[in-house]
C-alpha cells in the first residue's frame, strides 16, 4: 500500500488537536515519536519498490536474520538448496539462546482455543501469562471425574512467576475485573487498581529467591511515578508501530492506536484517571533484567476473534477491552466454583533438569502446552524432553517461530528474478484481500497492508512449505519413535499486521499413535 496516496493527515498534528496529549506524556518527545512514525509510514512503499528491483541483495544483517547464520555449511547448503528444502544438519544442530533477561509483560503471541476437561491436569511450559485459560474452553470428563481442572505453569523468568501470582491472588480475590485487566495489560493504573494490587501482593505467601525478592519489593513500593512510566513506554516503541497506527480504515481507530502507542493505556475514555504507572511493567528491583520493547496487548489477540468483536461494538478499545474481560470473568467464575487450580512453578525445564522432569511427570498431566519451546533446542531434544514428561496418550501442542529459517522459499527475498517477486507479492495481496473479505476484516483494515512486503508475502510463501519442516520435525529417525501428527491437527495463523512474528506455526501431537487427535478450533 503506497501511503503516499491515501487520504491521512499528518498525526503530529493531527492527533493532538483531536485528542489532545495523554496526561503526564513528554510533548516534545511524542511530537519526534509521531513525525518518525509518519514519516516512515509515508515511506513504506519504498520497500517494495527495492525488492522489484533486478539489482537487489541482501544486506548482512537480512541474511542473518533471514538465515540465523553465516557458517561455512549454511552458505553450502543454500548453494544447493531448492524450494522447499529443509537444511536437516542446521536444524538439528542450530538452536537460538533464549534470553531469560528479557522481561515479558504478556504474551507476544495469540492463544488459540483449547479445549481441557474437568478433573485433569495441564502443564503449561514457558507460560508467560494466563492467556491460555482466557481463550479455553472447558467441559465435563467423560470418565465422571469433574474434579477441577489444574492447571501447572512453568516458568524459568521469576518476573512472569510473581506477576503471575499477583493475577491469580486478585482472580481469586475480590478485586475488580478492570483493576485486573489494568494489571496484566496497561502501562498506567487508575487510583482504584494501584490499591487492588497492593491489596493482592499482601496476601501472597512469602516465595523464596528472586521471586520473593520481586513480591518483596512491590509489597514495600510507593506508586510508580505517571510521568517515568510514559517516558519508559514510549521509548520502548518502534517506528514499525506505524504499520499498526495506519492499518486502520476507521479515523477514530487510529486515532485510538495512536494513543495507545503513546501511552500503553487501556484507560482511556473510561471514566477513571491514570495516577500511576503500572509497577509490574516498570518497578523492578533485579537489575539484570529488562523489559521487552515494543510490547503491544494487539500481538496477544487472534485477528477473527477481534474481528469479530469489532462488529458487536463501535469502539476498536472497547472490543479489546471486552474480549480479555470476558476471559476474566470465565476463568474467575471457573475458580470460584472450584472448577480450576493453579499451581506456578518456576524452573528452567531441560533435559539436565532431573527433579523438575520428576515432578511433572509425577503429575500425570493430560496435555503439556510448550508455547515455541522447540525453537530452542533440536528437534531430538525437543521429543524426548516431552515423552519425559507425559504418558504416551498424553496430548502435547506448542508452536514455532523460527522454522522458516531452516526451510529455503518460505521468504520472498528467496526468489529470482525480479519478476518472479512481483507475481508473488501480487498473489499475496490478492490472498489478504479474500482471506480479510471473508472475516469482514476489510470493513476495518486496510488491504494491502501497509508494511514491508516481505511480511505479508512471508505468510502466503509458509503454506507452501509448512509440511517440508512438519515431516522432518516429527519424523521417527529424529525423534526416536513414532509420532502421532495428523495433518488436521496444524494450522498457521491468518495474517495479522498486529503480529510480532509472522509465519507461527501451531501444531498439535502425541506419542500414541492409537489416540484419535481433534485439531482444536
Not at 507476544?108 to 508467560?128: A, L, M, R, W
Request: proline share 4%; charged share 25%.
Amino acid at each position: 500500500m503506497n501511503i503516499k496516496n491515501l487520504d491521512i493527515p499528518t498525526l503530529e498534528s493531527y492527533y493532538p488537536r483531536h485528542r489532545g496529549w495523554p496526561i503526564g506524556i513528554s510533548v516534545s518527545d511524542a511530537k519526534v515519536f509521531l513525525s518518525i512514525i509518519d514519516g516512515h509510514a509515508r515511506c513504506m512503499w519504498g520497500h517494495e519498490f527495492e525488492l522489484l528491483d533486478d539489482s537487489f541483495e541482501l544486506t548482512p544483517n537480512m541474511f542473518l536474520k533471514r538465515f540465523g547464520s553465516f557458517s561455512p555449511d549454511r552458505k553450502d547448503w543454500l548453494d544447493n538448496a531448492g524450494l522447499g528444502s529443509v537444511d536437516e544438519k542446521f536444524l538439528n544442530s542450530f538452536s537460538t539462546a533464549y534470553d531469560s533477561s528479557i522481561l515479558h509483560s504478556f504474551s507476544n503471541c495469540p492463544d488459540f482455543k483449547q479445549i481441557f476437561f474437568q478433573g485433569e491436569t495441564v502443564v503449561s511450559v514457558g507460560f508467560c501469562d494466563f492467556g491460555l485459560l482466557l481463550n479455553c474452553e472447558l467441559k465435563d470428563n467423560d470418565s465422571g471425574n469433574n474434579g477441577p481442572l489444574k492447571f501447572v505453569g512453568v516458568d524459568q523468568s521469576p518476573f512472569t512467576i510473581a506477576k503471575s501470582l499477583v493475577i491469580y491472588e486478585m482472580l481469586k480475590g475480590k478485586q475488580s475485573n478492570e483493576s485486573i485487566l489494568e494489571v496484566w495489560f496497561s502501562s498506567t493504573w487508575s487510583e482504584g487498581t494501584w490499591k487492588d494490587f497492593k491489596d493482592a501482593v499482601s496476601v501472597i505467601e512469602k516465595q523464596e529467591g528472586e521471586v520473593g525478592e520481586y513480591l518483596s519489593h512491590w509489597l514495600k513500593s510507593s506508586p510508580f511515578p505517571l510521568d517515568q512510566a510514559r517516558n519508559e513506554w514510549l521509548k520502548s516503541m518502534k517506528r514499525s508501530s506505524c504499520g499498526l497506527i495506519f492499518g486502520f480504515k476507521r479515523m477514530n481507530d487510529i486515532l485510538d492506536t495512536t494513543e495507545y502507542v503513546l501511552s500503553g493505556d487501556l484507560i482511556m475514555r473510561q471514566g477513571k484517571k491514570s495516577v500511576c504507572g503500572n509497577s509490574t511493567m516498570f518497578d523492578h528491583p533485579i537489575l539484570k533484567y529488562k523489559r521487552a520493547h515494543n510490547e503491544k496487548i494487539f500481538e496477544t489477540i487472534y485477528l477473527p476473534d477481534l474481528i469479530k468483536s469489532m462488529k458487536e461494538t463501535s469502539c476498536l478499545f472497547d472490543a479489546i477491552r471486552n474480549m480479555k474481560l470476558k476471559g476474566i470473568k470465565k476463568v474467575r467464575k471457573w475458580i470460584s466454583q472450584n472448577l480450576l487450580q493453579i499451581e506456578l512453578i518456576h524452573g528452567s525445564l531441560c533435559l539436565q533438569n532431573k527433579n523438575l522432569i520428576q515432578r511433572l511427570k509425577n503429575m500425570k498431566p493430560s496435555a503439556v502446552g510448550w508455547s515455541n519451546c522447540s525453537d530452542f533446542m533440536s528437534p531430538k531434544d525437543f521429543h524426548k524432553l516431552a515423552r519425559s514428561i507425559g504418558s504416551d496418550d498424553c496430548v502435547h501442542f506448542g508452536y514455532s517461530l523460527n522454522w522458516v529459517i531452516y526451510v529455503f522459499g518460505t521468504s520472498i527475498i528467496d526468489y529470482r528474478p525480479a519478476q518472479v517477486r512481483k507475481e508473488l507479492l501480487d498473489l499475496s495481496k490478492s490472498a489478504i484481500e479474500l482471506l480479510w473479505n471473508s472475516l469482514g476484516a476489510t470493513e476495518y483494515l486496510l488491504s494491502p497492508p501497509i508494511t514491508n512486503p516481505i511480511n505479508h508475502a512471508h505468510c502466503s510463501l509458509c503454506m507452501n512449505y509448512k509440511e517440508n519442516w512438519l515431516k522432518y520435525f516429527f519424523k521417527s529417525s529424529t525423534v526416536g519413535g513414532p509420532v502421532n501428527h495428523p495433518d488436521a491437527a496444524t494450522h498457521m495463523n491468518v495474517y495479522s499486521p498486529f503480529e510480532r512474528v509472522h509465519g507461527q506455526l501451531n501444531f498439535t501431537w502425541t506419542y500414541d499413535m492409537k489416540l484419535n487427535l481433534h485439531p482444536k478450533k
